[in-house]
């Protein structure tokens, strides 16, 4: 069983796959990747433990700024993974960090690793 979880929000499959990739590289077994891509199933996951999120703001449904408030009450790390200018996050939530797409999956992995808080999980494995 998976020692964290991790929520990816994003309704292309092919961006979530190089965001499930990227995380799934560096941390393998250790990380449970919660794949959704609307705002209705992001919504539904707000209520699971999670290491951290990385949310796209544009997804089906619309925007997923009441899924980051509300995760961000729980104290859950948050990253928006988008297209989107980040002038356009609501004032209450621009302290959130924002990686524009086309995003590196090494950006990725760190913001990862740092929510989970452990030095390198695939150094510890090897």
Do not use: N, W, Y
């Not at 609307?38 to 699971?48: L, N, P």
């Amino acid at each position: 069983m998976a020692d964290f979880r991790v929520l990816i929000v994003e309704d292309d499959p092919f961006i979530a796959m190089d965001i499930e990739s990227a995380v799934a590289e560096q941390f393998g077994d250790e990380v449970e990747l919660i794949v959704v891509g609307s705002v209705a199933e992001a919504r539904r996951m707000t209520a699971k433990q999670l290491a951290c999120a990385l949310l796209d703001i544009d997804v089906v449904g619309g925007k997923t700024f009441d899924v980051a408030s509300a995760l961000q009450e729980r104290g859950t790390p948050i990253v928006f993974v988008s297209g989107a200018a980040p002038h356009e996050v609501p004032a209450a939530l621009r302290d959130i960090r924002f990686l524009r797409k086309p995003f590196s999956t090494r950006e990725v992995a760190a913001f990862v690793k740092g929510a989970i808080g452990l030095p390198g999980l695939k150094a510890m494995q090897g």
